[in-house]
């Protein structure tokens, strides 16, 4: 349920803050003053992507917040929770409009994308606009108004779920039977899976075969190099290492025997005596060791070539190369056992076409009994909406055929026939503006509260119609506050006048300024404003008298006006 709604620098509101009770509120004002301001807050809280001419002149930004309880919402509660921005049974959007073109969002405090704020809003508030009947044209949503009807939104989604599941099996039958070219896929793959497996290698044995490689291609440099250390080490020549580091030893000693603290520098040149004899040792014996070897270069080298052509052919770095064998293998084994899955995927095929058909059937008798009673229902309200022995009617279409289909096995069409002796015909070739305004207006009647939202929202859908017409609308919409927190933007006092609660919104020029104030009223001021809605520019005492006594009758029996 909407506790409040607060805005600020908001088109043509200064400042405003509104709190709402359950029940059926009503929003009233002169042609102009920003009733429907209010409902834009709420759709621009509920995700709908904002325009920076809302926000007030000459101010930077615009801010709007809603509070509501969730204490009867846990499908509201389920997705906070799950987003992590749950707080309690409440839950506060926010969203700020800048006035340069960027807007922000937050829920529970917490930063929120669009997309979040209208998965969220969906749960909180339903909003019906003035032209929503239009939708009521379109096939595809006159099925999902039945489905809803139907209380059907389960059932439907298992039919879509056995579907996809259903062309899933199809696709994975289609890519192991390979079509026209498995044989040739087979070929292919034992062609790749042979060459792969037999070059590539794993990453620590491709690492050690580029270490031979290099060495077998530098293999005389190496050598050479080795010698040359060797004789500079510890050669013939009276100028080596080894002879150098002896003598700066033998002076060292000398030098300790006559300063005791030279001692473990002289230590250190006779470490660094063996470990000098030590690499010469270890350069000797690898020099002893390496040989010249075209023969394996050539065939390290082959294996490299191999390796990298294979590489370029897969598009893929070496080392992924042994992965790409196993994955191409596992593909070869399933195409050469196809037969055998081919057979099990489609008995399983089978199996979900006869549960799809099962629940399709669920689906159909779902909807069949749901039809018989929307348009008894809509039938009967017509003749209040003053159509008398006008018929609506709910014709299901037969659409089964070789494939599951995600919708079911039907689509429907809304028929109607507006006055007595005429046929009944497509809603979206017969009804004019007025009528499929009234009609619209009997499918939400007939559908109230089937959604579970905390607020429904109506803004000026009584338009085009008056006089006890607007009246009876004007009870129903009663009925669904009795259910469920309806909130009525109107311009009729038919309709206000069935309010639990009732709120003005009035324009006030301050020094030229013109700004939006909204005001709650009490019992007096309700009659006030009615009778200006009754009376136009001058209002008399009969007005004034007339609308009291319209507030009372409303007022006084709401069980009355519940039929």
């Known amino acids: 349920m909407l506790r409040s709604l607060y805005v600020r620098n908001f088109a043509v509101i200064e400042e405003a803050e509104v709190a709402f009770g359950p029940g059926m509120t009503v929003v009233t004002g002169e042609t ?39 204490a009867s919402l846990p499908a509201a509660r ?17 969203r700020v409009l800048k006035s340069e073109g960027s807007s922000r969002a937050w829920i529970n405090g917490r930063p929120a994308t669009l997309a979040q704020l209208s998965e969220l809003a969906a749960l909180l508030v339903e909003i019906h606009g003035q032209h929503e009947h239009q939708a009521l044209l379109s096939r595809a949503h006159q099925l999902e108004l039945l489905d809803t009807f139907a209380r059907a939104g389960t059932q439907r989604q298992c039919v879509g779920e056995l579907v996809q599941r259903w062309r899933e099996l199809g696709r994975r039958i289609d890519t192991l039977s390979g079509g026209e070219n498995r044989e040739d896929r087979i070929a292919q793959l034992r062609h790749e899976v042979q060459a792969l497996q037999r070059w590539s290698l794993p990453g620590d044995e491709l690492e050690a075969l580029e270490a031979t490689h290099r060495r077998l291609a530098h293999a005389s440099q190496l050598l050479e190099g080795a010698n040359a250390l060797c004789e ?12 150098a580091l002896a003598h700066a030893h033998a002076e060292l000693e000398r030098l300790a025997a006559l300063d005791t603290t030279l001692r473990p520098l002289a230590s ?25 070897d075209p023969e394996r270069y050539a065939e390290v080298d ?78 009967a309200l017509m003749q209040e909406l003053g159509m008398a022995g006008g018929r609506f009617q709910v014709t299901l279409e037969d659409r089964s055929g070789s494939q ?88 009729l006092p038919q309709v206000a006048a069935q309010g639990h609660a ?39 005492r009969e007005t004034e008298a007339h609308a009291r006594k319209m507030l009372q009758q409303a007022q006084k029996d709401p069980k009355a006006n519940a039929g």
């Open 302 to 379: 082959a294996h490299l070539s191999h390796l990298h052509d294979l590489g370029r052919r897969h598009r893929l770095p070496l080392h992924e190369l042994a992965s790409k064998a196993e994955s191409l293998a596992a593909e070869l084994e399933a195409l050469e056992d196809a037969g055998g899955n081919i057979a099990r995927l489609h008995k399983e095929r089978e199996r979900c076409a006869a549960e799809y058909a099962e629940a399709a059937r669920i689906l159909h008798q779902l909807r069949s009994d749901a039809a018989r009673e929307l348009a008894t229902k809509i039938t």
């Open 404 to 491: 599951p289909d995600p919708l079911g096995i039907e689509r429907c069409e809304f028929e109607v026939s507006a006055n007595p002796g005429q046929p009944l015909r497509p809603l979206r070739k017969v009804a004019s503006g007025g009528e499929l305004a009234r009609i619209g207006l009997a499918v939400e009647v007939a559908a109230l509260g089937m959604d579970p939202v905390g607020c429904m929202i109506f803004d000026e859908v009584d338009s085009g119609i008056g006089g006890a017409v607007a009246e009876v609308v004007g009870q129903k919409l009663r009925t669904l506050g009795e259910r469920c927190q309806t909130l009525c933007v109107t311009h």
């Open 32 to 70: 102009g003053a920003g009733k429907s301001l209010l409902v834009d807050a709420l759709m621009l809280l509920s995700g709908v992507r904002a325009d920076s001419s809302l926000v007030r002149a000459a101010c930077e930004r615009a801010e709007l917040s809603a509070e509501f309880d969730l």
């Open 232 to 243: 500079l080490l510890d050669g013939d020549s009276d100028q080596t290492a080894r002879l």
């Open 78 to 94: 389920n997705w906070l929770a799950q987003q992590d921005m749950d707080d309690e049974s409440q839950c506060v959007l926010r």
């Open 502 to 540: 009732h709120i003005m919104v009035r324009k006030q020029q301050h020094g030229g300024d013109t700004r939006t104030a909204v005001v709650p009223l009490d019992s007096r001021a309700r009659a006030r404003e009615l009778a200006r809605m009754l009376g136009g520019i001058e209002i008399t």
């Open 268 to 292: 250190l040149l006779d470490n660094a005596q063996i470990q000098l004899g030590e690499a010469v040792d270890g350069l000797a014996h690898y020099a002893s060791d390496l040989e010249l």
